[in-house]
Each structure stands twice: as structure tokens, then as C-alpha cells.
């Protein structure tokens, strides 16, 4: 797997834009960027993932640069319940999710 | 529609008994995972089955794991003597297919705590 580097936590406050920053220097052409979290005594829950183009769905962006050595996911107006950990993965089996110790993200009211 | 469901939710066992761990992945999805997280660290891999076969085990730490997925839907994984160091939260989830267009959807988990 690629290595993924993320910052340990951070704070934001509810209804802005959390940016969550990832470095992915290692990963190769082929392999995705993955994006999950886990909400306290839960299962990690898909969020989005992205090969070179950004990507937008219904829970969060993401922006992916021009070399994709890093990568930013975007929650557009945070809210409480976005208070999670988050995770991102670029896996190189698809299947094989290695996640690493995420970034905390705290949303505070 | 119903989610992946994982039993027991808690399961507390002496060091050296047996355990098994039942998931029942989202009906339709044909690939299953199993992974393990210990307290405040992420989820580590276990393995992958692909119907009825485990198509990577890998990740298992050692012969006194095993799991089965018999039908290719439910699949229980087993823990032989048990160690205080298998303490854990054990994930599992299912994905439509492994094709890297689909998400792996997780279940609450099993904590498991063995004294």
C-alpha cells in the first residue's frame, strides 16, 4: 500500500468547510484514493474515492493534485455529526483496506 | 434496507476458550471482509472472501484463526485458545463485488475481551 500521512486532529466550527489534508507521495498510477471515517463505537463508513479527477458526492469532496501526490477532502458545512475520525487509503488491492491511524476531527458548536 | 449485522455485539471469554464471531454481510454482496481494531488504532485486515472461498487470508495472525463463509452469505470467524492479545473490536464487512467501484460496507462489530 501507499503510505498516507495525516495530520492527528483537528478542530472546526459546525456549519463551515472542513479540509482535511492527505500526502500519498508513494502512490502509483493505478492506485486510488480512498476516503472513510468512524463515528465513536461504529464501523468506518465509506465516504468517497478518486484516481486523478476531483470528485464531488453528496457527503464531501474531493481534490486531488495535478501529480497526486496529496489530496483533500472537502466537508462542505460540517456539521456535529461529522465529528469522526477519518481515514485516508490508497490501497493497492482494491479489497485490502489499510487505514492507519486517520485524522480526528472535532466539530465544535 | 438492512445493514451488515455482526453478533454478538460484546463477547467477554477466559484466556485459552474458544469463540466465534458471526457476520451477516448485506444480501446481494458477494465479497466479505473481516478486519481487527485494537483501542486507538485503525482497522487492520484480516481477510477476504470472494463467495464461498477465502481468496486472501493473509491477514490472519496465526492457526488459531479461522473463518468460513459456507453459503457464500453468513461467515463466522473462530478464535482456538484465546490470548488476552486478541482483545479487540473485529469489523466485518461486505462490498456488491471486490471491483474498486464499490465500497466496503462495515458492520458495529464484535468487541471481544478475553481475561
Known amino acids: 500500500d501507499a503510505k498516507t500521512t495525516q495530520p492527528p486532529s483537528m478542530d472546526c466550527a459546525e456549519g463551515r468547510a472542513a479540509n482535511l489534508p492527505c500526502n500519498h507521495s508513494?502512490?502509483?498510477?493505478?492506485?486510488?484514493v480512498y476516503w472513510y471515517r468512524q463515528i465513536h463505537s461504529q464501523g468506518p463508513q465509506y465516504i468517497i474515492h478518486g484516481l486523478k479527477n476531483n470528485e464531488t458526492n453528496e457527503m464531501a469532496s474531493l481534490i486531488i493534485t495535478e501529480d497526486r501526490k496529496s489530496s483533500t477532502l472537502i466537508l462542505p458545512h460540517a456539521t456535529l455529526r461529522d465529528t469522526a475520525v477519518y481515514y485516508c487509503i490508497a490501497p493497492f488491492n482494491d479489497y485490502k483496506l489499510s487505514f492507519g491511524a486517520g485524522t480526528t476531527v472535532t466539530v465544535r458548536a | 434496507g438492512a445493514g451488515v449485522s455482526q453478533t454478538p455485539s460484546n463477547k467477554v471469554t477466559e484466556k485459552g476458550k474458544y469463540v466465534e464471531l458471526r457476520c451477516d454481510p448485506i444480501s446481494g454482496h458477494t465479497a466479505l471482509y473481516w478486519y481487527r481494531q485494537s483501542l486507538g488504532q485503525g482497522p487492520e485486515f484480516l481477510i477476504y472472501f470472494q463467495g464461498t472461498g477465502a481468496a486472501d487470508d493473509s491477514g490472519l495472525p496465526n492457526d488459531r484463526f479461522f473463518a468460513v463463509r459456507p453459503e457464500g452469505s453468513v461467515s463466522t470467524l473462530k478464535i482456538q485458545r484465546t490470548e488476552r492479545g486478541d482483545s479487540a473490536v473485529y469489523l466485518c464487512a461486505s462490498s456488491l463485488d471486490p471491483s474498486s467501484y464499490n465500497e466496503q460496507f462495515f458492520g458495529p462489530g464484535t468487541r471481544l475481551t478475553v481475561l
Open positions: 508513494t502512490i502509483s498510477g493505478n492506485e486510488y
